[in-house]
């Protein structure tokens, strides 16, 4: 979808960073927990849907957070963009990446 929509600055970025990530962290770091992450996350969608759809305008008169129509898809669950779940994924992703590498690399100090 990005490729057909380069210009949406949001979906592209959004599309490059969840990609590169991805492939980094299949084919490069080998992380074979990505399948466990995704059903973790796919729970915590439960909580990102009232949180975010409440920034982004659902139950209220005007939206708390406001996107430019022109820089995203236009695609949306509720008021969400759906970016913003593919962006959060990605984020989530990292976090735990990170979090592991950092755990690894102080637990082989301790030994």
């Known amino acids: 979808m990005a490729l057909l929509h380069y210009d949406k600055i949001y979906t592209l970025v959004t599309a490059?960073?969840?990609?590169?990530?991805?492939?980094?962290?299949?084919?490069i770091a080998r992380a074979d927990w990505i399948g466990r992450a995704?059903?973790?996350?796919?729970?915590?969608?439960?909580?990102?849907?009232?949180?975010?759809?409440?920034?982004?305008?659902?139950?209220?008169?005007?939206?708390?957070?406001?996107?430019?129509?022109r820089d995203f898809l236009g695609v949306r669950i509720l008021t969400i963009p759906i970016e913003d779940a593919v962006y959060g994924y990605t984020q989530f992703l990292l976090v735990l990446y990170f979090f592991k590498r950092f755990k690894h690399m102080h637990d082989e100090r301790k030994k």
């Open 38 to 69: 995704s059903l973790v996350f796919t729970v915590l969608m439960l909580g990102f849907f009232p949180v975010n759809g409440l920034l982004t305008g659902t139950g209220l008169e005007t939206p708390i957070v406001n996107y430019n129509p």
């Open 16 to 27: 490059i960073a969840t990609t590169t990530t991805l492939i980094y962290l299949h084919f």
